[in-house]
């Protein structure tokens, strides 16, 4: 139980482009999705914390505008990366957790900006 | 806010050996503490946690202590395999409008030499 599929696994895109990247509980209804970001031999650094229907918390220091957070239901929840740059390229997680239990991770997506 | 220190940053023993992974935090309302392994480009999974209602939990080769006065914990892993090779994070947690928001410690690369 307690799957989180991520997708895609990997983006390659041209400056200036936007990327979406989606998060999906399987198995259960999240109540909360985090989206983190992890450079690599780094920590995972969240950035925001979204909850279903309401918009999402941003960390001190993330850009609102540059990484739009949609949790438009109990299983999906979406980041966009606006107008992504060489400098958003990144290892980008989300996890879901319902309720207080544990959080439970995707499998990451690899994005690379050229 | 939360701030959560690992140590040490990397560690190599020999296979059947124990192996010790340290951390502290510095806010004493934290009251949850998960520790994650994460292999080469893969999500970082949970391999145990403890709620600061215990002082101990053991799963098998793997164990976790929390000193709640002195803020530390730590993840003991007994005789070690090589699989057990990999990058392991701790993680605190802070209460959030209703769901747990997680600080990573910056990891520690554990290598199980056969």
């Known amino acids: 139980g307690a799957v989180v599929s991520q997708h895609p696994s990997w983006v390659i895109c041209k400056s200036g482009t936007s990327v979406k990247i989606e998060c999906r509980s399987l198995d259960f209804q999240a109540t909360t999705m985090f989206w983190y970001r992890q450079f690599p031999k780094q920590s995972l650094m969240l950035m925001a914390t979204s909850n279903e229907g309401s918009k999402a918390t941003y960390e001190q220091g993330v850009e609102k505008d540059k990484f739009l957070i949609n949790h438009a239901s109990l299983t999906l929840s979406t980041l966009t990366v606006t107008s992504a740059h060489p400098e958003d390229s990144s290892f980008y997680i989300c996890s879901a957790m319902k309720g207080l239990q544990p959080q439970h991770f995707g499998d990451g997506t690899r994005l690379s900006i050229l | 806010g939360e701030n959560v220190e690992q140590h040490p940053s990397t560690l190599s023993v020999q296979e059947g050996d124990s192996a010790v992974i340290k951390c502290t935090y510095s806010d004493s309302a934290s009251n949850y503490f998960p520790w994650y392994k994460q292999e080469l480009g893969k999500r970082p999974q949970l391999i145990i946690d403890?709620?600061?209602?215990?002082g101990e939990k053991k799963d098998q080769r793997i164990a976790v202590t929390l000193n709640k006065t002195a803020k530390h914990f730590s993840l003991h892993i007994t005789e070690t395999q090589p699989e057990d090779s990999a990058v392991y994070f701790c993680?605190?947690?802070?209460?959030?409008?209703?769901?747990?928001?997680?600080?990573f410690g910056k990891g520690m690369k554990l290598t199980v030499n056969p």
């Open positions: 403890i709620r600061s209602n215990v």
């Open positions: 993680a605190a947690s802070i209460s959030q409008g209703g769901s747990e928001k997680l600080v």
